[in-house]
């Protein structure tokens, strides 16, 4: 993250800031700025919900794996978990189709 950048807070349409990057790490780690608040980068056009936003909430990434967030892949991206398993839900479906209309005519 850009140090110099400017970050806002965006609350019920109301921006709070500007603040440095330091500055929002540290009220993230003071409760002042929760995972599902919006936050906004004026310098990078970037706008996302505080915990999508990479290493502002570390604490929690290492609660979830035990370990340092930056050894990890960023969990967020990856969503062929997500495929896989609507992928296996049609395949069962299809399954159960195929067997009742065997059934049918054996």
Same mark, same amino acid.
């Given at each position: 993250? @850009?140090? $110099?950048?400017?970050?806002?807070i965006?609350?019920?349409? /109301?921006?709070?800031?500007? #603040?440095?990057? *330091?500055?929002?790490?540290?009220?993230?780690?003071?409760?002042?700025?929760l995972?599902?608040?919006?936050?906004?980068?004026?310098?990078?056009?970037?706008? @996302?919900? $505080?915990?999508?936003?990479?290493?502002?909430?570390?604490? /929690?990434?290492?609660?979830? #794996?035990?370990? *340092?967030?930056?050894?990890?892949?960023?969990?967020?991206?990856?969503?062929?978990?997500?495929?896989?398993?609507?992928?296996?839900?049609?395949?069962?479906?299809?399954?159960?189709?195929?067997?009742?209309?065997?059934?049918?005519?054996?």
């Amino acid at each position: 993250m @850009d140090p $110099a950048a400017k970050w806002y807070i965006d609350r019920d349409g /109301k921006y709070l800031g500007p #603040y440095s990057w *330091d500055q929002v790490k540290q009220l993230a780690q003071q409760g002042e700025i929760l995972p599902g608040d919006i936050l906004w980068n004026k310098e990078d056009n970037l706008r @996302d919900r $505080a915990d999508q936003i990479s290493g502002l909430f570390p604490y /929690k990434e290492k609660e979830m #794996y035990g370990r *340092d967030a930056e050894v990890l892949p960023d969990y967020r991206k990856n969503r062929n978990t997500t495929y896989t398993i609507i992928i296996m839900g049609i395949a069962l479906i299809l399954i159960i189709i195929v067997s009742i209309f065997i059934k049918n005519i054996f």
